[in-house]
């Protein structure tokens, strides 16, 4: 799966080895000799990507530079380089959501291969953010009425409790629900219930 390697080293002919190496491998790189240099050129994470970063670089380190892109809302996945493992550095950088700790020198096989997972794992996220803002921009085009509607039928409650609970008749209810199931395009209760469940209306506390 092609993709765009963010490589953030201040060892130069570090850069350039592990450039040449993604690149043979059918990869787009962009290398940055500091942290400052990736947050003034801050990668867009519209497309695949990640970021292979060194623990200890100049400036901001690594985990710091790795704090600050949390911060700015980035969804790129970053992949750690180091040349000394250091557990507490790890521990803390997995946790924070790092893809995986990588400790130099490493081979091309184990790179590729965490490489790949990464982006892999960039564009499965990706992928399901625009679903759901494709789900929310549907369930945008639901009037009040059609949205209680809607709540109610992943709650379990049938049309004659609807209607009760809305003090409406089971026709009209009926009526809502087939547009409910149009305007969210789903052919069956149990997509429905899927589709409210991705979009948070199940979430515990909302009964």
């Known amino acids: 799966m092609p993709g765009l390697v963010h490589v953030v080293d201040d060892d130069a002919s570090f850069r350039s080895a592990i450039e040449r190496r993604l690149k043979l491998a059918g990869y787009d790189v962009a290398t940055y000799a500091s942290a400052r240099e990736l947050l003034d050129r801050l990668p867009d994470d519209g497309k695949a990507g990640c970021i292979l970063l060194d623990v200890c670089i100049p400036g901001l380190s690594g985990p710091e530079l ?7 809302g980035s ?3 970053i992949v750690f380089l180091t040349g000394h493992a250091d557990t507490p550095t790890t521990v803390r950088a997995i946790k924070a959501g790092a893809e995986d700790f990588l400790i130099k020198p ?5 790179l590729l291969d965490v490489i790949g ?3 892999a794992r960039h564009e499965a996220g990706r992928d399901y953010h625009r679903k759901l803002e494709s789900l929310r921009a549907l369930a945008a085009t639901l009037t009040p009425r059609e949205h209680q509607v809607f709540d109610l039928i992943v709650r379990g409650r049938i049309n004659k409790q609807i209607a009760y609970d809305l003090g409406t008749t089971e026709r009209t209810v009926k009526a809502h629900r087939h547009q409910v199931m149009e305007k969210m395009k789903v052919r069956s ?3 429905l219930v899927s589709v409210a469940e991705r979009l948070g209306m199940l979430d515990a506390g909302k009964a």
Not at 106 to 110: A, G, N, P, T
């Open 66 to 72: 790795q704090n600050r892109l949390i911060e700015l």
């Open 117 to 119: 997972r990464a982006l």
């Open 106 to 110: 490493v081979s091309s096989e184990q």
């Open 189 to 191: 209760l149990a997509e």
């Open 75 to 77: 969804t790129l996945p």
